[in-house]
């Protein structure tokens, strides 16, 4: 037992999956407690597992109403589980190491620098400190700035919960909500749609991007991470809201009847939320087919590297495109803005992009057969089935008809897009850093 328990503590790939498998436990009995629920009798121990799993992997797809169904005890819990999937679990650690004032462990600071993405060891306390600033910072402004409405809306103690639930959960890309329909009913409103979507791009970018145009001052500056995720976010925003507007200008079930001013904030909004946020300001089971499927193009791609975000991030998405590029170029190296990618970069985003569609393709196909029996299309089964593994929580409201083992597949598709599918394989690897001492001679394959 001795030597399995050093063996855990020298992997922190393991470690980084049961500390948020412990996490999702600890959700789920808080959850399942009776008292969690308004009617006073547990929510079961599968729909308290969903929730648990959604709410920490900062997904937001939910079984039951989050407006209606919890207590303020089961909110708080909600809230706190997004927060700790939102900073990770040993940032969290952190912060509890900082008010005690104890001093962070090695082990803690190995932990923390595969959690954040770093480099080497050297400074990760420092930076972890920073990001803590700067998220707390964040969801307090947004806090302040929902709060205009909000207190409005629902009076003081009320308005200041809702603002504070909502920024976390926006910033976080989480898409739980207090309001019972999401931002349906503010769909016009500049206040709302700004600060949500102000929130979820700024956690969708993550603190690297903000601290290297801060330290850079000028795009030539900028590392080559930063270039791409501005560009490609750009793009993906602003060509989204483009294609949302014109699919969706005129449909009644969607944005018909709203003004000229209201369509556009909609369709920003619907742009900028698949982006892993999990929000909706117009109802999404009555969206027009060809939206559906950008959706699910977008969420799929999701947010940035080292950021609240899930999908298989803009960064992986531009590397296989410069990729693709230099390769018809017919180049021997990726090269972009006077840079050359590594090829085992290339090669990583290959994977993780092919991963990414290998599951949602295989769960998709179970749960048209778990599922038969519900009369759900293939691209509803599709679309709930993106938005779990990209972490996302946008709904074409069939989450909460599910089977059983519907739930219990969808959230297990959750936990691997929060902590990545590689980040599985390499917990399972005795040595993935391992190199040989020799080269096989090289093979022959025709592709194409």
């Not at 809230?79 to 969290?92: A, C, E, F, N, P």
């Not at 976010?233 to 944005?255: C, F, K, P, Q, R």
């Not at 027009?288 to 999701?302: K, W």
Request: aromatic share 10%.
């Amino acid at each position: 037992m001795k030597l399995k328990l050093e063996a855990l503590q020298k992997n922190p790939y393991m470690v980084f999956l049961l500390s948020f498998a412990a996490i999702i436990f600890a959700g789920t009995i808080l959850l399942s407690l009776p008292f969690a629920s308004q009617d006073g009798k547990s929510v079961g121990f599968i729909n308290a597992l969903f929730t648990a799993t959604s709410a920490t992997c900062v997904t937001g797809l939910v079984v039951v109403n989050t407006a209606v169904h919890w207590t303020l005890f089961g909110k708080i819990v909600i809230i706190v589980l997004i927060q700790i999937g939102g900073l990770g679990v040993m940032s969290m650690t952190a912060i509890i190491a900082f008010f005690l004032g104890k001093r962070i462990s090695l082990k803690t600071r190995v932990l923390m620098m595969e959690e954040r993405g770093a480099d080497e060891i050297q400074g990760v306390v420092r930076l972890t400190k920073h990001i803590l600033i700067y998220t707390f910072a964040v969801e307090l402004i947004g806090a302040i700035i929902l709060s205009f409405v909000f207190i409005r809306d629902y009076g003081l103690l009320t308005g200041i919960g809702f603002s504070i639930f909502h920024s976390i959960s926006s910033f976080c890309n989480a898409g739980f909500d207090l309001l019972g329909n999401s931002a349906v009913n503010y769909v016009d409103n500049p206040i709302i749609n700004f600060a949500i979507c102000v929130l979820i791009v700024v956690g969708g970018l993550g603190f690297y991007v903000f601290w290297d145009i801060y330290e850079s001052k000028s795009f030539k500056r900028l590392t080559l991470h930063t270039k791409f995720a501005l560009i490609i976010s750009a793009i993906l925003i602003i060509g989204g809201a483009v294609l949302i507007y014109v699919v969706e200008h005129d449909n009644l079930g969607t944005m018909a009847n709203l003004s000229l001013s209201g369509k556009i904030q909609a369709s920003i909004f619907q742009s900028i939320s698949p982006r892993t946020a999990g929000w909706n300001s117009v109802l999404i089971e009555n969206l027009r087919m060809p939206t559906v499927a950008l959706m699910v193009a977008l969420m799929f791609i999701g947010g940035t590297s080292a950021s609240t975000a899930g999908g298989i991030k803009t960064t992986t998405l531009a590397v296989l495109l410069s990729s693709i590029y230099n390769l018809v170029k017919g180049k021997r190296d990726i090269e972009a803005f006077g840079k050359r990618i590594m090829p085992d970069t290339a090669i990583k985003a290959a994977i993780i992009s092919w991963i990414g569609v290998m599951l949602v393709t295989v769960v998709t196909f179970v749960l048209s057969i778990t599922e038969a029996d519900s009369g759900y299309s293939y691209l509803d089964l599709l679309f709930e089935t993106v938005s779990a593994f990209a972490t996302v929580g946008l709904t074409r409201g069939i989450t909460p008809e599910l089977s059983d083992f519907g739930k219990i597949l969808l959230a297990f598709v959750m936990y691997m897009g929060r902590v990545g599918p590689l980040t599985i394989a390499f917990a399972f690897m005795k040595n993935h850093r391992y190199i040989g001492n020799y080269t096989y001679p090289e093979g022959k394959i025709i592709i194409g």
